[in-house]
C-alpha cells in the first residue's frame, strides 16, 4: 500500500485535502463493523428494526463494507481502517472526524457511545500534523453527517447530533469560507425524521445534488441559489427513507449507489455519471449507508 501508516517514519505526516465531496478521492477511512455490540436504540431506524427482529447481523455488515471496499480500491483509493473496540459498531467514520481543506476536525458527539469510537482511529489520527487538527470546544456538538463541503462554502446540518454550538465552531474555525447553518427536520418518527444533513441532501458531479426538499426545517435557500432547479435529482419520501441521498462519489463523474436504488441509478446514468453498485441493505438498517461508511482524507 502506498502510503502506509507502517512504513511512514513519525516525521511524515498524512496529506490532507478535501474540499467538496466529489473531487477524485485518493484515501479514505472505511468502517469495520466487526464488533456491533449489543443491538442499539441510539435512533429511529436502529430502534425499528431491533423491535421488529430484522436488526443486521456482523457477519452481513462486514461483507457489506468488504464488497464497498473492494470498489475503493479497484479505484485506487488507498483504504485505511479503525481498530476494533469492543462492543462498538464503528461502521459510520464519517460521524467521528473529518477533514476541511487540510485540517483534520474531531467530532463531538451528541451520543456518549458514539464519542467512544475516537480511540479507534487513533493509530491515524496520531499521524496526522497536530497543528492541523481541531477540536470543538464544550457544548459544541458536531458530526460528520451533517458537515457538507462545497468548494467555498460549508453546510452545517442543525439537528439532534449537531447544534448551533457546533455551527458556530466550524464557521469561526473557517473564516474564508461561506459557512451555512441548514436546520434539519427531527421526529421520532423514523419515516419523517432527518439524523444527518447527508441523508437528505448531497452535491455530485460539478453542480449537481439529490435532494429531499421536506427533510429540511426551513427553507434552504442558499442550497437553491447554489444548485439550481433543473440540476436537482429529487427524490420522495420513501426513497429518503432507503437513503438514496447517501451515496458516495469516487470523482465528479464516479459514484457508489446501493444496487436496489434502481430509479436513482437509472436518472444518474441518464445525466451521464458511472455508477458502481452495490448491496448495503443490511448497513441502512443502523440508519447509514456509503457517505456515512467514509471518512475521506484527502481528494486530488
Known amino acids: 500500500m502506498g ?18 465531496e466529489t473531487d477524485k478521492l485518493e484515501a479514505v477511512v472505511l468502517g469495520i463493523g466487526t464488533d456491533l455490540g449489543e443491538e442499539s436504540e441510539i435512533n429511529p431506524t436502529s430502534k425499528y428494526h431491533k423491535e421488529e427482529g430484522t436488526y443486521p447481523t456482523e457477519e452481513d455488515i462486514q461483507q457489506e463494507i468488504s464488497t464497498f471496499e473492494k470498489v475503493l480500491k479497484a479505484y ?14 464503528q461502521v459510520f467514520t464519517r460521524d467521528i472526524g473529518f477533514v476541511i481543506d487540510s485540517t483534520y476536525v474531531v467530532a463531538s458527539m451528541q451520543e456518549e457511545i458514539r464519542q467512544m469510537e475516537l480511540p479507534g482511529v487513533n493509530h491515524i489520527t496520531n499521524r496526522i500534523d497536530p497543528n492541523h487538527i481541531i477540536h470543538p470546544p464544550k457544548g459544541a456538538n458536531v458530526e460528520g453527517g451533517d458537515v457538507i463541503l462545497w468548494n467555498d462554502h460549508i453546510f452545517v446540518g442543525i439537528s439532534a447530533r449537531t447544534n448551533m454550538e457546533g455551527y458556530e465552531f466550524i464557521k469561526n474555525a ?69 437513503m438514496f441521498p447517501n451515496i458516495f462519489s469516487l470523482s465528479p463523474k464516479d459514484i457508489v449507489v446501493e444496487r436496489s436504488f434502481k430509479a436513482l441509478i437509472t436518472a444518474l446514468k441518464k445525466r451521464g455519471y458511472t455508477v458502481h453498485e452495490v448491496d448495503y441493505t443490511e448497513n441502512s438498517k443502523l440508519s447509514g449507508l456509503l457517505r456515512c461508511s467514509t471518512l475521506p482524507l484527502r481528494r486530488a
Open 174 to 242: 473557517f473564516p474564508h469560507k461561506h459557512v451555512h447553518p441548514i436546520p434539519l427536520v427531527v421526529s421520532e418518527d423514523r419515516k419523517k425524521n432527518i439524523l444527518h444533513l447527508d441523508c437528505t441532501f448531497q452535491p455530485i458531479g460539478t453542480n449537481e445534488a439529490i435532494i429531499y426538499e421536506n427533510g429540511f426545517a426551513e427553507y434552504p435557500k442558499i442550497i437553491y441559489e447554489l444548485f439550481k432547479e433543473e440540476n436537482m435529482l429529487k427524490v420522495d419520501q420513501a426513497q429518503m427513507n432507503r
Open 76 to 89: 485506487g483509493v488507498i483504504v485505511y481502517r479503525p481498530k476494533n473496540i469492543e462492543g462498538l459498531e
Open 3 to 20: 502510503d502506509d501508516l507502517r512504513n511512514n517514519t513519525a516525521q511524515t505526516y498524512l496529506s490532507l485535502h478535501v474540499q467538496n
